[in-house]
């Protein structure tokens, strides 16, 4: 069984009597959290190789490794090994399904005391989206000015595309420890820059 996405859709490919077959995720029983994750996933990797991101970007990482996660999902839920095609850079990779844990009785031992969780870096989080924040604010606003004297429909459109190409990057790092911090203040510099344009039109 291979993971793919196919025009924006989660497929899963495999072999039958009549060949190779593509079916929707939808049609296996995989659960439907697990089968909406899976068309979520694919509808931002399209639109990350519809953008041309890198393929070092960050980007492409995360959805590489959100596209492994998800395969090993399906490995365990099906109980078979499943290979992941990356939508970016057409790498094939191999996902096998987790061993049972042997349920003999063995010796007892010693667990140490889990971690606690990390406390979350509020301070340096949210200077790092302020300093986000003002960069991207400051070159939206420089943009649209600047092609607004020229043409409001020019700076309209720039805006579209500028927003379209930083939505993939923000979607897929707003869970990441480090990165989320970075898609809020862009968010929020999207946001306070195109305040401030509504403002100089009145």
Same mark, same amino acid.
């Given at each position: ?19 190779? /077959? ?8 995989? $659960? ?8 979520? %996933?694919?509808?931002?990797? =399209? ?8 393929? =070092?970007?960050?980007? !492409?990482?995360?959805?590489? /490794? ?15 090994? +499943? ?5 970016? !850079?057409?790498e094939?990779? !191999?996902?096998e399904?987790?061993?049972?844990h042997?349920?003999?009785p ?11 969780p ?6 340096? $989080?949210?200077?790092? !989206? ?5 960069i991207?604010?400051?070159?939206? @606003? ?11 429909? #020019?700076?309209?459109?720039?805006? @579209? ?8 990057? @923000? %979607?897929?790092? /707003?869970?990441?420890?480090? %990165?989320? %911090? ?9 946001? +306070? ?7 100089? #039109? #009145?």
């Open positions: 069984m291979e993971l793919r996405v196919r025009d924006g859709r989660a497929v899963l490919a495999g072999n039958d009597e009549s060949g190779e /077959r593509e079916v929707d995720p939808h049609s296996l029983p995989l $659960g439907a959290d697990l089968a909406e994750a899976l068309h979520e %996933w694919a509808k931002v990797a =399209d639109a990350v190789v519809r953008t041309e991101t890198p393929a =070092d970007g960050v980007a !492409s990482a995360l959805v590489a /490794r959100r596209g492994k996660q998800l395969a090993g999902r399906i490995a365990a839920a099906m109980n078979a090994p +499943v290979q992941y095609t990356d939508p970016v !850079s057409g094939l990779v !191999s996902v399904a987790p061993k049972e042997d349920e003999t063995k010796t007892p031992k010693t667990t140490p005391e889990p971690e606690p990390e406390p979350t870096p509020w301070g340096t $989080g949210l200077t790092v !989206s302020f300093i986000t924040a003002s991207v604010t400051f070159t939206v @606003v420089s943009l649209s000015l600047g092609l607004g004297e020229t043409s409001s429909w #020019l700076a309209l459109v720039a805006n @579209v595309l500028v927003v379209g190409g930083l939505a993939p990057s @923000v %979607w897929l790092g /707003r869970k990441v420890p480090v %990165w989320r %911090w970075v898609a809020y203040g862009v968010v929020t510099g999207v946001l +306070v820059a195109w305040l401030a344009l509504i403002l100089t #039109l #009145l």
